[in-house]
Nanobody, 123 residues
């Protein structure tokens, strides 16, 4: 079992930056797990943002955030991060952290989820 808690969301203006954090607790060995970030805007399906493999050697990003967002992790702290730069109003969503065993952009392949943190970007 694992529990994930996201933090760092908030209300910002277009062009600003935010850094989200996701702390994992429980019996799951975080250093063996893929960590992903997803987001869900009102009225839309949950969508992939980024994932990072257990060692941190491989990352992948959705086209919409490529070049602006950066995912990282600190296995010693059981924590994943999402640095978000040059934020746009269309980035407004609830952002979720997830833990899984496969490097994939499919939310159905992740086993554990956080409760989400709201990010709102005003124009």
């Amino acid at each position: 079992q694992a529990q994930l808690v996201e933090s760092g969301g908030g209300l910002v203006q277009a062009g600003d930056s935010l850094k989200l954090s996701c702390v994992v607790s429980g019996r799951t060995v975080v250093s063996w797990s893929v960590m992903g970030w997803f987001r869900q805007a009102p009225g839309k399906e949950r969508e992939f943002v980024a994932f990072i493999t257990p060692s941190g050697a491989t990352t992948s990003y959705a086209d919409a955030v490529k070049g602006r967002f950066r995912i990282s992790r600190d296995n010693a702290k059981n924590t994943a991060y999402l640095q978000m730069n040059s934020l746009k109003p269309e980035d407004t969503a609830v952002y979720y952290c997830a833990l899984g065993s496969s490097p994939t952009d499919s939310p159905t392949r992740y086993d554990y989820w956080g409760q989400g943190t709201q990010v709102t970007v005003s124009s």
